[in-house]
């Protein structure tokens, strides 16, 4: 072992591995771990995030020897036991399907490491794809690089066009690979709310924000996490961004930030980094072209020159004109790229000459004469009275738009200037030549972009000339008419492409929309607009911004809108995002009932089915057992009228769905295979047609109702189809949906590896998009992990907060699978009375609810509790034991049948009623379906056989 190695540490969470030493510490306790499992552990935290093949590990940890994979696990096992891996929320080692173990966790060196390696997360870094020009920043970058490192927080200060964004992107790809590649970008150019910075930069981490409290739920979210958030343009929202950045800085210890702004934010942590002009050639230095070509400031300027007009030969004839150039524009990046543009255009002469004859500009080449942003806005005027009459006003009118538009739009916004459409493309083409406009291509078509700092002065001239108003309405029709026209098309779109469509669109939205609502906006074009928008928020899970931009346009719809399709729209909008937000109260159902009402009167059966499904949803899990009922056959009438192979499916996905509750299986597969039959005939589910994706909907009611009735292997099959739909449909929610109606199958078959790992992955997927519902089912699905584990007191105190939290959201649906294992763990614990309360106050509520599919199990689960008190409960446990026989018989669910038989002839076998015993469990057994193997099954016979023995010895 090399002398480096010996003194290496490796850190993550409240635990320290000396590679060296061979020990593991915890709060500075050592903690037993045998060398095997130190061998696994040191490697595998020495390459974290990477995937570690078994057999890989085998090999390195048992060179000597031949073992199986199951002593690797076994190994695994006690590493996990000892990081009480996957206990609250602590994660560490994955179990990664049919291909090996990865360490999970934020790995950090100790005493003198020279290398840190970040395990990787689900959302990986993002930063532009776009190329960097670096010029003349390379000393800049290195020097932010190591600053960052040291201190954590960085602010690049520098006027508007100085580079601070290029330099911010340049040390974002120079640090990647400490991060782990953890390294995004929160563009906040586009935002003018301050209420919207946390969620802009949880966006940008690739997550959704629903507190009331984004910046506490942001910090919450990130704070086990090692990663570098650059925040890009603060200035304009900088009071919201210093209290966040402050936050981030002093309540994590990870969370490295690189602000640009032209501000401090004068918080604490913040070290200022001020970004300097690129150096340009003084006026008594020597003017040749190899000697200006030495500069960063020439270098740019003949590169953009060059990009514009072809390849460029600087002459020494023309080197002062350039060193003077730049020398006036005082290295001020982008001023210089607007001056290559008119060089490209107009000559190097004749520009030169242009700009000498505006002596403010002159002026500005000492450093103590104005303040420096006063440059890039000399340059834009002179910038803007270059151009023509049709340039300008196109210019101007343009400025609403945020990010990227299209010939199209720019077209709409800006009005007619002549009898057709030719000369404001003219005129596009004229301020793209002047890079006053920056273009991309995208699919095909050409898209166009106005930088920050040229949008901001577009802005001022709009001010002027008193069209600010007019034009921002005239924007915010022109975005609602563009999603209005898109919600055919977009659906038909594979995932990836409507969400960066949509996602591109986005600062555009929220500019119109802020406008319309804003004090000068207009209440018509607010309400069209939130209503067109919707889908867009809802398909990006802004679920907050979604509910803040509904309920302004509720308030604002007036008279003549309350019954309108708009309405409608609004209402059915606000309905899904509050089952989110805010759970499932009477604010849901009340919305939900409204667009219903609307819709009924409008005669729009499609948008009735849509709102259906969300109501259906709503009672689903809230076990409103009849009113599901009723929803669902309301459905299927009016999917007979529409004839329509979708809403049939969708109809019979809610028939499945209630009937599985009312504990008709075998009703409910029947339903289950009708959906599926009509599902298949269409090819792609089309998004937002319906609240619900029926599809995975219709596989899941399949596994569920197979498991119960005993038809296991098949069950499994189906699991394996809803999870891999659920998660191919690209919606956290519904994936989450998935996963948490299909763990229980496999905690059912006590499958614990891959319960492991489903719940794993249902905790980081609810947190990630704030799924608050089901990261609390994901919590109470671990706390039945460890009570299979036999780890009690655990798992008590994650099914007791599960169903607090579940309760609290009046989300039901999984509610009295957690309270039977939080009765056997209560039981085991010798809490007979708790364990008996609990489940006689669930059966009660079952009963009044007309939820059936969980009697054969409460009343089990009533009979374990009274058996294992004392002999004198024996007979009210026979009872129960005998009731819960019945429930399952009249629902078919065989698989239950079969553990409460088993449990009723232990029961019969204390009290030496052999024959009894017998004749219950031979009957379950043999209404199993025959070739089925599963734990349930062994331990009936393994019962069965000491019944037999005990038949014969009596005998």
């Given at each position: 072992?090399?002398g480096?190695?010996v ?18 510490r915890?709060d500075g306790q050592?903690?037993?771990l ?6 696994i ?9 990477e ?5 890989e590990?085998?090999?390195r940890?048992w060179?000597?020897?031949t073992?199986?994979?199951g ?5 695994v096992a006690?590493?996990r036991?000892?990081?009480g891996?996957?206990?609250f929320?602590?994660r560490y080692?994955?179990?990664?399907k049919?291909?090996g ?8 060196p ?6 840190s390696?970040?395990?990787?997360f ?10 960097v020009?670096?010029?003349?920043r390379e ?9 960052l ?21 340049a ?13 995004y970008l929160?563009?906040l ?25 984004p910046?506490s739920?942001l910090i919450?979210?990130v704070r ?8 890009d343009?603060?200035?304009?929202v ?5 209290l ?6 002093q309540?994590?210890e ?22 300097l002009?690129?150096d ?8 040749t072209?190899?000697a200006v070509?030495r500069y ?5 300027f ?6 514009k ?15 003077e ?11 210089i ?6 060089v490209a ?10 700009l ?5 500009l002159?002026k ?14 000399a340059?834009l ?11 300008r006003i196109v ?11 299209t ?6 916004v800006a ?9 404001i493309?003219?005129a596009?083409?004229g301020l793209?030549?002047?890079?006053l ?8 078509q050409?898209?166009y ?10 802005l001022g ?10 034009i921002?309405?005239q ?21 990836a492409?409507?969400t960066?469509a ?15 609502f ?22 990006l899970?802004l679920?907050?911004?979604?509910q803040?931009?509904?309920e302004?346009?509720?308030?604002r ?11 409608m729209?609004?209402y059915?909008?606000?309905?899904s995002?509050l ?6 109260d009477?604010?849901?159902?009340a919305?939900?009932?409204?667009a219903?009402?609307i819709?009924t ?5 499609a948008y009735?089915l ?12 809230t ?11 309301r ?13 049939m ?6 028939l499945?769905?209630?009937?599985h509750?009312l ?17 298949q ?19 899941i ?5 197979l498991?119960y009735?005993?038809?296991?292997d098949?069950?499994l ?5 809803a999870?891999e739909e659920g998660?191919?449909?690209?919606h956290?929610?519904?994936f989450?949906?998935?996963l948490?109606l299909?763990?229980p ?14 719940i ?9 998009h704030?799924?608050k519902?089901?990261s609390?089912?994901a ?7 460890l009570?299979?584990q036999n780890?009690?007191?655990d798992?008590?105190?994650l099914?007791k907060?599960?169903?607090?939290e ?5 989300q039901?649906?999984?509610?009295m ?8 763990a ?7 009375e ?6 006689l106050d ?7 609810v ?22 004198e409960?024996?007979f009210e ?9 019945d429930w399952a ?9 079969l553990?409460a038989?088993?449990d ?12 009894e015993a ?14 089925i ?5 062994e ?8 019944l037999q ?7």
């Amino acid at each position: 072992m090399s002398g480096a190695a010996v003194h290496r540490k490796l850190k993550f969470g409240p635990f320290e591995l000396s590679i060296g030493e061979r020990v593991l510490r915890r709060d500075g306790q050592a903690l037993p771990l045998g060398d095997r499992a130190l061998d696994i552990l040191i490697y595998l935290a020495d390459r974290p995030g990477e995937v570690i093949a078994k057999q890989e590990l085998i090999d390195r940890v048992w060179s000597d020897v031949t073992v199986e994979e199951g002593s690797l696990r076994v190994h695994v096992a006690a590493i996990r036991k000892a990081l009480g891996d996957g206990q609250f929320g602590s994660r560490y080692i994955a179990n990664i399907k049919g291909r090996g173990y990865s360490f999970v966790g934020t790995v950090a060196p100790l005493g003198g490491g020279t290398e840190s390696r970040t395990a990787k997360f689900r959302h990986q870094g993002r930063l532009p794809v776009r190329p960097v020009m670096l010029i003349g920043r390379e000393t800049v970058v290195s020097e932010v690089s190591d600053k960052l490192r040291n201190e954590r927080f960085v602010t690049l200060l520098g006027p508007g066009g100085i580079g601070k964004t290029t330099v911010a992107l340049a040390v974002g790809r120079a640090v990647a690979e400490e991060f782990g590649g953890e390294v995004y970008l929160a563009d906040l150019e586009s935002l003018t709310d301050p209420q919207h910075v946390a969620g802009a930069v949880a966006t940008s981490l690739g997550l959704a924000l629903k507190s009331k409290e984004p910046g506490s739920e942001l910090i919450d979210l990130v704070r086990s996490r090692k990663l570098l958030i650059i925040l890009d343009s603060c200035e304009h929202v900088i009071e919201a961004i210093a209290l966040l950045a402050e936050q981030l800085y002093q309540e994590t210890e990870q969370i490295y930030l690189l602000a640009t702004s032209r501000e401090l934010l004068k918080v604490e942590g913040e070290h200022c980094w001020r970004v300097l002009p690129l150096d340009f050639p003084p006026d008594d230095s020597e003017q040749t072209a190899n000697a200006v070509l030495r500069y960063p400031a020439v270098q740019l300027f003949v590169r953009r020159v060059a990009a514009k007009a072809g390849s460029v030969l600087l002459t020494d004839e023309e080197a002062p004109f350039v060193g003077e150039m730049c020398r006036n524009l005082d290295g001020m990046p982008l001023a210089i790229e607007l001056a290559a543009g008119q060089v490209a255009a107009l000559g190097l002469k004749s520009t030169a000459s242009r700009l000498v004859s505006r002596p403010e500009l002159l002026k500005l080449s000492h450093r103590t004469a104005v303040p420096r942003h006063r440059t890039l806005k000399a340059t834009l005027d002179w910038s803007y009275d270059l151009l023509s009459d049709a340039e300008r006003i196109v210019f101007r009118r343009i400025a609403p738009f945020v990010g990227h538009f299209t010939l199209e739009g720019a077209r709409y916004v800006a009005g007619k200037l002549g009898e057709d459409a030719g000369e404001i493309f003219d005129a596009i083409a004229g301020l793209v030549e002047k890079s006053l406009i920056v273009t991309r291509l995208d699919d095909g078509q050409q898209r166009y972009r106005l930088l920050d700092p040229t949008r901001a002065y577009a802005l001022g001239k709009l001010e002027e000339h008193d069209e600010l108003d007019v034009i921002s309405g005239q924007h915010a029709k022109y975005v609602a008419e563009l999603l209005e026209s898109q919600r055919e098309m977009m659906p038909s779109l594979p995932r990836a492409r409507r969400t960066a469509a949509y996602s591109d669109q986005l600062s555009s939205i929220r500019a119109a929309l802020e406008w319309s609502f804003g004090r000068r906006g207009d209440d018509e074009i607010a309400t069209r607009l939130a209503a067109a928008s919707a889908q867009v928020f809802l398909e990006l899970s802004l679920l907050i911004e979604s509910q803040a931009w509904a309920e302004q346009a509720i308030a604002r719809l007036g008279i003549r809108n309350q019954d309108s399709r708009r309405a409608m729209e609004i209402y059915a909008s606000l309905s899904s995002v509050l089952m989110h937000t805010e759970g499932n109260d009477q604010h849901v159902r009340a919305s939900f009932s409204r667009a219903l009402e609307i819709a009924t009167n409008l005669g729009d059966i499609a948008y009735e089915l849509r709102l259906l499904s969300g109501l259906f949803m709503y009672s689903h899990w809230t076990m409103d057992i009849r009113g599901a009922t009723d929803i669902a056959a309301r459905s299927r009438e009016l999917a007979l009228k529409t004839r329509d192979s979708d809403d049939m499916a969708l109809a019979e996905s809610m028939l499945a769905a209630s009937n599985h509750l009312l504990g008709n299986h075998i009703i409910a597969q029947q339903h289950c295979e009708s959906g599926l039959r009509y599902s298949q005939s269409v090819p792609r589910f089309r998004p937002g047609q319906h609240l619900f994706h029926y599809t995975s909907f219709l596989l899941i009611g399949m596994a569920r109702s197979l498991l119960y009735s005993g038809l296991l292997d098949r069950s499994l099959q189906y699991a394996k189809l809803a999870l891999e739909e659920g998660e191919k449909s690209g919606h956290p929610a519904t994936f989450c949906r998935s996963l948490a109606l299909i763990v229980p199958i496999f905690l059912n078959m006590m499958d614990t590896r891959r319960s492991d790992q489903y719940i794993a992955e249902l905790s980081d997927l609810s947190a990630a998009h704030s799924l608050k519902p089901y990261s609390a089912i994901a919590t109470g699905l671990r706390g039945q992990w460890l009570l299979l584990q036999n780890n009690l007191l655990d798992a008590i105190s994650l099914l007791k907060r599960a169903l607090e939290e579940l309760h609290a959201q009046r989300q039901e649906m999984l509610s009295m699978d957690f309270a039977c294992d939080l009765a056997a763990a209560l039981m085991k614990v010798g809490g007979h009375e708790q364990a008996l309360r609990l489940i006689l106050d669930a059966i009660d509520v079952q009963q009044r609810v007309g939820k059936l599919l969980h009697m054969p199990a409460l009343f089990r689960m009533k009979g374990l509790i009274l058996a294992s008190r004392s002999a004198e409960h024996h007979f009210e446990a026979e009872g129960s034991l005998l009731s819960a026989i019945d429930w399952a018989k009249r629902q078919s669910a065989t698989l239950f049948e079969l553990k409460a038989a088993t449990d009723l002839a232990e029961l019969l076998l204390e009290q030496r009623r052999v024959s009894e015993a017998y004749k219950h469990l031979r009957a379950a057994l043999d209404r199993m379906p025959t070739g089925i193997v599963s734990p349930d099954h062994e331990r009936a016979l393994q019962v069965l056989n000491r019944l037999q023995s005990g038949t014969k010895a009596v005998g």
